[in-house]
């Protein structure tokens, strides 16, 4: 790797982690500058759900007092949702390959980028749908919502903890323990998905070593800088990188 994609994904690594920690969205800068450097699109993926992973068991471990009230039958129909669909959706990238993921990339930029764009709207939304709800419920129906959404985060994951804080949110959790649900599933199905990719072989490491030190210097300067800037700005930044990002993949 020459010192220039090394500074482009220190960069990009820097970016996405205070991203993650201030709004969310870090991946529409890491997953392209992988691209950038020349890795295949399959590889430039797992890479970066592997970069992600740290940081999911990292939050899981932080809202594990938020759950133990939902009692372990409950989570354990979550981790196997998260399991399968994490699996499932790996194992769909790999045998899929380059070329058809290479076609994929724009429309899931863009379905990302509109999920992240209409969140405010969405939490409105569901906040009405809160206040009508008694009780949590986890059904056939919910585990099946959660399962599809595992398999999205197994195959992309951009945008995915923005469907998990809906699906969540419709079966009547508070924000707190919905976004405590959020990073336990997400850290089953990144963890699922990593090591997946890392047995077949498709994550490059000297990336991945550069991504990390740039997303671990960014997450703590960016939770640093949390209460400092309007969060309407860093929104607004995500939003057009990711439109960006869509369009170039469009028209490249």
């Known amino acids: 790797m020459i010192l220039t994609d090394a500074l482009l994904l220190l960069l ?126 986890h059904g056939v129906i919910g585990l099946s919502a959660h399962t599809l959404v595992s398999v999205y985060g197994g195959y992309f994951g951009a945008g995915m903890g923005i469907l998990q804080l809906a699906a969540f949110a419709i079966e009547g959790h508070a924000p707190a323990r919905a976004n405590a649900l959020k990073n336990l599933l997400s850290a089953m199905i990144y963890s699922i998905a990593s090591l997946t990719f890392l047995i077949a072989g498709r994550v490059s490491l000297m990336e991945l070593a550069v991504l990390l030190a740039g997303a671990t210097l960014g997450g703590y300067a960016g939770g640093a800088l949390g209460e400092r800037l309007p969060a309407r700005w860093l929104r607004a930044l995500v939003i057009s990188v990711g439109s960006g990002m869509t369009l170039y993949y469009f028209v490249a």
């Not at 970016?15 to 020349?38: C, D, I, Q, R």
């Not at 999911?56 to 932080?62: E, F, I, P, R």
């Not at 133990?68 to 959706?89: D, F, N, P, T, V």
């Open 12 to 137: 990009a690594g820097l970016a996405a982690g205070g991203m993650n920690a201030l709004a969310g969205g870090g991946t529409f800068f890491s997953f392209p500058a992988l691209l950038a450097v020349g890795l295949p699109p399959v590889t430039a993926n797992a890479t970066n759900a592997v970069a992600l992973w740290p940081a999911s068991l990292a939050g899981a471990w932080a809202g594990r007092r938020t759950l133990r009230e939902l009692g372990s039958h409950y989570l354990l129909g979550l981790l196997l949702a998260g399991l399968a669909g994490g699996l499932a959706g790996g194992l769909l990238l790999l045998a899929g390959g380059d070329e058809r993921f290479r076609a994929l990339i724009p429309w899931l930029l863009l379905a990302a980028t509109a999920l992240f764009a209409a969140s405010p709207w969405l939490s409105r939304l569901l906040a009405r749908w809160r206040s009508a709800a008694t009780q949590p419920r």
